[in-house]
C-alpha cells in the first residue's frame, strides 16, 4: 500500500527519513530516480541515511513503476520519493492508484517562482501541477507531517 509519494530535491534526508516514516508507519521507501539508479555512490550514501528497520530500494522510474503496477509492493507500507515534478508527474501517468502527491522541495533556480518556503516552481512546472491537477491528483505542499497542508494549485494562482 503506497502511504505516500513525496517530491524532494534532496531525495532522503533526516527530515523524510524520521519524520514521515514514523508518522506513517512505513517500513519500506521506494527512490524512484534514473541518476541514482546507476549511481552507486549516491545510493550508498542514501542508504546510511535510511532510518534503521526501514527497506530502502532504489530503482530507474521505468523499473519502479512496473515494479507498483505489478503489485510486488502491495505488501509494504510504502514511501515513494521523487526528485522532480517532472517525475512525479509521469509516475501518476503510468500508476493511476496514485491520487494524491505530498510536495516537499524543489529547489530554487533561475525563472523559478516561490511558491512555499521550500517549493520553487518554474513555469513548465505549473503546467504539469495544473495537468496532475486536472487528471485528479491532490498535490499538497507540506514539508513534515505537523505542518499544515496546503494546496499546491491555490499557491501558484
Known amino acids: 500500500m503506497i502511504n505516500l509519494v513525496r517530491i524532494d530535491h534532496r531525495l532522503l534526508h533526516g527530515q523524510v527519513a524520521f519524520a514521515w516514516t514514523k508518522s506513517l508507519g ?3 521507501i521506494l527512490i524512484a530516480n534514473d541518476e541514482v539508479a546507476k549511481d552507486s555512490l ?14 530502502l530500494v532504489i530503482k ?4 519502479s513503476i512496473k515494479a507498483l503496477n505489478s503489485g510486488a509492493t502491495d505488501k509494504y507500507r510504502l514511501m515513494i520519493i521523487v526528485e522532480s515534478i517532472k517525475d512525479a508527474d ?10 494524491e502527491v505530498n510536495l516537499g522541495g524543489v529547489k530554487a533556480e533561475n525563472g523559478k517562482k516561490q511558491i512555499s518556503m521550500a517549493v520553487f516552481v518554474s513555469p513548465e512546472e505549473i503546467e504539469r501541477l495544473k495537468d496532475m491537477n486536472d487528471r485528479g491528483i491532490s498535490i499538497e505542499v507540506k514539508m513534515v507531517p ?12
Do not use: F, H, Y
Open 42 to 55: 549516491r545510493m550508498s550514501a542514501l542508504r546510511m541515511a535510511a532510518p534503521s528497520g526501514v527497506k
Open 146 to 157: 505537523e505542518d499544515k497542508g496546503q494546496n499546491a494549485i491555490d499557491l501558484i494562482k
Open 90 to 99: 509521469e509516475l501518476t501517468k503510468q500508476v493511476t492508484t496514485i491520487k
Open 60 to 63: 530507474s522510474l521505468e523499473d
Open 26 to 28: 512505513t517500513d519500506c
